[in-house]
């Protein structure tokens, strides 16, 4: 059975920093795109990051550039994303998910097929 | 970068109701589109995906339809489980952007 399980999220001051995991089991979680989303409280989801396989593609939302960083351990089976300079605004709950590739025309397309439970990240003084 | 709109933001349908959803692309996407369900506290749930495929386990009454800009999600009949928010996303960047959400309630 596939399992997502974030952890490390918690209160933090504005500035601050963080770091998420999310241990992955019940696949081969070296062989995966992985990809963290959030969700404000009351809003919907906003794409944050994701990280190929072997590390050597990462993309972020503009708005966490240059602040967090995504990463992984294959031999751990876990993602990370570590949030500095954290910011009111980037008060969510956050959520890891494997990217599974699927076939389009023209090649891969992917969709997040399986969620972590989700863990609540708060930037408040 | 791609951004995604849907309409309508929200809808109050009856059970047995036939739903229909629109998420539009910025540019065209082919069919890089993948539809989500979320219930509220709950993490989301996939229920089509390369604009078009059902999720495994998915229930037949959902559909998609699409392909370039302009996709369509139908519930062929409403359900009292299928009250939730329905969100679309692009992958067809590495950004992968979702769409603002269209949130489905009891009429």
């Known amino acids: 059975e596939v399992q997502l399980v974030e952890s490390g999220g918690g209160l933090v001051q504005p500035g601050g920093s963080l770091r998420l995991s999310c241990a992955a089991s019940g696949f081969t979680f070296s062989t995966y795109w992985m990809t963290w989303v959030r969700q404000a409280p009351g809003k919907g989801l906003e794409w944050v990051a994701n990280i190929k396989q072997d590390e050597s593609e990462k993309y972020y939302v503009d708005s966490v550039k240059g602040r967090f960083t995504i990463s992984r351990d294959n031999a751990k089976n876990s993602l990370y994303l570590q949030m500095n300079s954290l910011r009111v605004e980037d008060t969510a709950v956050y959520y890891c998910?494997?990217?599974?590739?699927?076939?389009?025309?023209?090649?891969?397309?992917?969709?997040?097929?399986?969620w972590g439970q989700g863990i609540l990240v708060t930037v408040s003084s | 970068d791609i951004q995604m709109t849907q309409s309508p933001s929200s809808l109050s349908a009856s059970v047995g109701d036939r739903v229909t959803i629109t998420c539009r692309a910025s540019q065209s996407i082919a069919t890089y589109l993948n539809w989500y369900q979320q219930k509220p506290g709950k993490a989301p749930k996939v229920l089509i995906y390369?604009?078009?495929t059902l999720q495994s386990g998915v229930p037949s009454r959902f559909s998609g339809s699409g392909s370039g800009t302009d996709f369509t999600l139908t519930i062929s009949s409403l359900q009292p489980e299928d009250y939730a928010t329905y969100y679309c996303q692009q992958t067809y960047s590495n950004f992968r952007t979702f769409g603002p959400g269209t949130k489905v309630e009891i009429k």
């Open positions: 998910a494997r990217d599974r590739p699927n076939f389009c025309r023209g090649g891969s397309c992917y969709v997040s097929d399986y």
């Open positions: 390369a604009a078009y």
